[in-house]
């Protein structure tokens, strides 16, 4: 599977760099991680919730990097997930901003079959990947991932409030709502 998402930060890209290369920083606005580890000074362990209440566990190795423009890493070993991924910073237009531009890649266990049952329990990567990007916006402009009264639990809400893609309503969706 392959994944692109794309944000702007108001900061500089060197801020922006620095706080993503601090790898222990990821699972504060990635909600999938539990926990990232350096192990070495371009190796770390990573640990992630999969659907089921599994867990996931790789090694991974910055093979690419330029710093406060570009790292790249990739799962070495007997990865659980095998994955590579790539995040460019990229100065914006407006000359204090960050276009953050992110391409991932990873197979998931299962195949078709493991995608689709990931998507009915509102598992969506694409979607992740967008909320973890605006959960980044939201930790590097305002220190915190803004919570609301409905979901005042991070994490948990997503077991709570599954998101799954938008899709067409249902032929009985729709005669309900013409009679409302």
Known sequence: MDLTATTT?????SDVYAFWRHLENLPAFMSHLDEVRSTGERTSHWTASAPFG???EWDAEIDDEVPGTRIGWRS???ADVPNTGKVWFVPAPDGVSTEVHVVLAYDIPGGSLGKA???YFGEEPHQQLDDDL???KQVLETGEVVRSDGAPWGKRARHEFPQRPAQ??????????AQA
């Open 76 to 78: 070495t070993g007997d």
């Open 9 to 13: 930060i108001r900061k500089p890209a």
């Open 117 to 119: 049952v990931a998507r």
């Open 54 to 56: 599994r867990t996931v």
């Open 134 to 136: 605006r959960r980044l």
């Open 168 to 177: 067409p309503l249902s032929a009985e969706e729709l005669a309900k709502g």
